[in-house]
């Protein structure tokens, strides 16, 4: 343990140290060093072995290392003031000290490395603010937290003043170098107030709208009308809010004119206010000569427009001609071609080999077909035929050449126009008049074998449309004179089952009362599909009577559900009834109306998986109709398939793996019975929402 008088000695020791860092930190004037001293000062006295200080650098907007003392320093390091998520920069804007023990999991550089590290915030009076000056970081964190705070209390006012000093003197240098670079410039460059005073100007500028003291009295009121000038020039584009006007000045020195742009922008400023730069650029040499030029250009397009005028009025001539026609020189080069003798004598740009060819080909027939009519006598045309190619596609075309002469007002041959009419279409057309005279012939010739053939093909199908007629008749006849024949077998066979399930013939096993069931259903199910074909069989002979009687509609819709209650409770389909308290009684064969109305319940049921039956009857006292409607909310049936169904032996699928079985003749036998009743089936479906079948009668029916 040390003595008393050691530790006073210690204390007086560390007092004359801190009075030694203030009076340093007083009287210095660089930035570095005095971070400098004060990192050596922390590692002598509060135990740092290594220590860094970071500057708050507000106008590159960064927190930058300016000094540093130990080991694993780097001294470039620098960190973005608007990352707040960083840890250094969040404690150098924060108020607390801030303790990094363990730095194994943060990858973010650090300026001690990776060591340990205790981060002190500096901040130092400004006015009545107090700014952020830096950042002090210690390692290891057990050092002296009082030295620590006493040190970045006292090393940040000399920090701040001594980096705003040297933002001030960065800040004139830069000014000087702006300034030389504005006066290095030919035009001139002015900065004024929006009253129009002049703030900043280049030397040029100067030398216009800037008096000088002991200047003649010519020159200064050539500024002053200079200065009005430009004022009322700058109001203008004000007003008019137009960055580019044309300004008449006058020189100073020669007293001459002078012709400027003036070229204004606004330049806002948050402390100084809202100022105008201006650019004013000499265009009064380039005034002159865009006047020549202009003027110049200005004959020179009357010139080309009387030239174009004449040159659209020969094109327009030449154009409007369905031929080809070449003008050529008198040594036989072309000068002009209309589009028609363009596409036989010109190539095109990416045009295949053999399209130069054939064009070249068809240049030397032409050059010697008008060779020749240079030498023929004045006045004389030369008429002939030139063997020319298609250039596209290669083929032969027959040209008609018919070339004439132009001569000069002294006699000499100035042109040859030539025009070439294709022969193509005339051969073709006496062609096909020889073919279509062939060919009219042998269309006679073919007409009057055709028509002998009909005659006797007419004859032959109306010989076989009797025979089938009297087939399907006898068809008919004959399922409607065999329809006991098929259904005796049949009932014996329901009896004789019946009685066998009834226990007649003695007890029988499990197994064979299983298969006698099955026996007894597809035997119902077959007679069910002959009575079916019966009835269909015997409305097309006609042999299907009608017993007509009066009964009430409700009565027979009611007892249609009760006998399908069965069926009914193995769907668990809900199956309601809307029938009318007005419903009348209808006058129509009764027993052929249930089958109806039982057939369409029937396929309700059959066809919807869940959901409900709703079967109800109106009555219309305007047409004296009954109109029976069975709605379901079954799988529904396609647009396509709708009028098929009512189709014999048809269903809406027809494939042999169809879900749904039955013969496809219930929906025929309905629209059959329904028309012998004056009536009619109607349809309405859709494919996933379900089907309205709606059966209309008559309330009397007219047929006896």
């Known amino acids: 343990m040390s003595s008393p008088a050691a530790t006073a000695r210690s204390a007086v020791g560390q007092a004359e140290a801190r009075l030694g860092l203030a009076e340093f930190l007083l009287s210095c004037d660089d930035l570095q060093e005095c971070a400098r001293r004060s990192l050596e000062w922390l590692t002598e006295y509060a135990g740092a072995r290594a220590a860094g200080c970071l500057l708050v650098d507000g106008e590159h907007g960064r927190l930058h290392l300016i000094a540093s003392t130990g080991v694993g320093m780097p001294r470039d390091f ?23 023990n363990d730095r194994r999991g943060d990858r973010r550089p650090s300026p001690l490395g990776r060591l340990p590290i205790v981060a002190q915030p500096m901040y130092a009076r ?36 001594l980096s705003r000093s040297r933002l001030l003197t960065e800040s004139d240098r830069r000014m000087r170098r702006e300034r030389t670079l504005l ?87 948050t402390r100084e206010g809202t100022s ?38 020969l094109d327009l001539i030449i154009d ?85 002469k132009i001569y000069s007002e002294h006699g000499e041959v100035t042109a040859i126009v030539t025009v070439l009419h294709d ?25 009057r074998q055709a028509t002998s053939e009909l005659v006797g093909q007419n004859e032959l199908l109306r010989r076989q449309r009797i025979e089938l007629e009297q087939a399907s008749a006898a068809k008919s006849q004959f399922l409607a004179n065999m329809s006991h024949e098929f259904r005796t077998p049949l009932n014996a066979i329901l009896g004789y089952t019946s009685l066998l399930l009834q226990g007649v013939s003695g007890p029988m096993s499990a197994p064979q009362e299983r298969n006698l069931g099955r026996v007894d259903s597809n035997a119902r199910h077959l007679l069910a599909i002959i009575n079916d074909i019966l009835d269909i069989s015997r409305i097309e002979a006609g042999k299907m009577p009608l017993h007509l009687s ?106 042999p793996a169809r879900e749904y079985g039955g013969a496809g003749l219930g929906l025929a036998i309905c629209r059959r019975l329904a028309q012998m009743l004056e009536g009619r089936v109607e349809l309405q479906s859709a494919v996933g929402q379900g089907s309205t079948f709606t059966l209309t009668l008559p309330v009397r029916l007219r047929r006896r």
Do not use: C
């Open 78 to 100: 620098w960190a973005d003031l608007e990352d707040r998520t960083h840890p250094l920069v969040a404690a150098a804007l924060g108020t607390a000290v801030v303790t990094f």
């Open 126 to 161: 400004v006015g009545r603010e107090s700014v952020p000056a830096g950042l002090l970081v210690v390692s290891p964190p057990s050092a002296n937290p009082r030295l620590l705070s006493w040190v970045a209390g006292i090393v940040a006012p000399p920090i701040v003043r």
């Open 183 to 269: 006066d290095a410039v030919p035009d001139p460059i002015l900065l004024t107030d929006p009253e129009g005073r002049v703030l900043i100007a280049n030397s040029r500028a100067k030398a216009l709208l800037v008096g000088a003291e002991g200047e003649s009295e010519g020159r200064r009121r050539a500024v002053a009308l200079n200065n009005m000038l430009f004022s009322s020039a700058l109001a203008q584009s004000a007003m008019q809010e137009v960055g580019r006007r044309e300004l008449l000045l006058v020189d100073p020195v020669e007293g001459s004119d002078l012709l400027f742009e003036l070229l204004s922008t606004v330049a806002p400023d």
């Open 423 to 447: 022969r193509t279409e005339e051969i073709e057309r006496a062609h096909l008049y020889e073919e279509l005279k062939k060919a009219s012939a042998l269309l006679e010739e073919r007409v």
């Open 320 to 404: 409007s001609v369905a031929d080809p026609i070449l003008v050529t020189d008198a040594a036989g080069a072309l000068v002009m071609m209309n589009t028609p003798a363009q596409r036989l004598f010109s190539v095109g740009p990416g045009s295949p080999p053999e399209h130069a060819v054939r064009v070249q080909a068809n240049d030397a027939h032409f050059s010697a077909f008008v060779s020749n009519l240079l030498f023929a006598p004045e006045g004389e045309r030369r008429r002939g035929e030139i063997g020319l190619v298609d250039p596209e596609t290669g083929q032969s075309l027959p040209v008609e050449a018919v070339s004439g």
């Open 550 to 655: 009066t009964f009430p509609l409700p009565a027979l819709v009611q007892e249609v559900v009760a006998e399908l209650e069965p069926l009914i409770e193995r769907s668990k389909l809900s199956v309601r009834v809307d029938v009318g308290r007005k419903s009348p009684s209808l006058a129509s064969d009764r027993a052929k109306v249930k089958q109806i109305v039982l057939n369409l319940v029937t396929n309700a049921i059959k066809f919807t998986p869940s959901g409900s039956v709703i079967v109800s009857a109106r009555y219309d006292t305007d047409r004296k109709e009954v109109t029976i409607a069975v709605r379901d909310t079954g799988i529904g049936i396609k647009p396509e398939d709708q009028e098929r169904v009512f189709e014999d032996f048809r269903q809406a699928d027809n494939s």
């Open 276 to 313: 105008l730069v201006s650019i004013l650029r000499n265009i009064s040499d380039l005034r002159r000569a865009s006047e020549e030029i202009e003027e110049n250009y200005r004959r020179l397009r009357i010139a080309e427009a009387d030239v174009r005028a004449e040159r659209d009025r």
